[in-house]
């Protein structure tokens, strides 16, 4: 039964941290309270109650976890409604999806020290809204305005350093790949 108050339930925990470490901290958190569906939600999302069934939520995750998947998936996604930027400077208001849903999290690990990309149980890196079938049951919204000026300031800051961070992985892996595809050609040529 999903309970309505979940303060015996909250663990808070201070993570100044890269955020794929931050990430992945709380599925090792899962791991350790034996948490094996876990429901991500960011500080300005929310769930749609009028558009979302809880009564019917545990038994849709079963039927498509367990029975269509077989077990064999990690992640699943749910509908996010949100304003998406289109050419031109418009928004539209759209449904998208989003990886929220994540079965046995603690098999799961951030890949390449991104916070988009995840590896399964498998070995299959996942990157963004690559989730497996959707769960309909239940449905998110996104407003940017539910963040503090105060966060906002904070999270702009933060997301300036998380792309130059991962833009500096890429352009090593870049040369990494570029280094080794020289390295093939001059051993093509001995």
Request: net charge negative; with cysteine.
């Amino acid at each position: 039964m999903i309970k309505r108050n979940f303060q015996d339930k909250v663990v808070l925990i201070d993570a100044p941290l890269p955020e794929f470490e931050k990430r992945q901290r709380y599925l090792q958190l899962c791991g350790e309270y034996d948490c094996n569906l876990l429901l991500i939600i960011d500080s300005d999302e929310y769930v749609v109650n009028d558009l979302s069934y809880w009564e019917y939520f545990r038994r849709e995750c079963y039927d498509k976890i367990v029975i269509e998947s077989k077990e064999e998936h990690n992640i699943f996604d749910l509908k996010m409604f949100q304003k998406i930027s289109v050419a031109g400077g418009h928004m539209l208001d759209l449904w998208v999806s989003r990886p929220r849903i994540w079965y046995r999290p603690y098999e799961v690990h951030y890949g390449r020290g991104r916070h988009y990309e995840f590896i399964d149980r498998n070995g299959m890196l996942q990157i963004g809204g690559e989730g497996k079938p959707t769960i309909n049951s239940i449905k998110l919204g996104h407003n940017g305005e539910l963040r503090t000026k105060q966060h906002m300031d904070g999270r702009n800051i933060y997301q300036s350093w998380l792309k130059d961070y991962e833009a500096g992985m890429q352009a090593k892996e870049l040369n990494d790949q570029l280094a080794n595809l020289e390295r093939m050609r001059a051993s093509m040529n001995c």
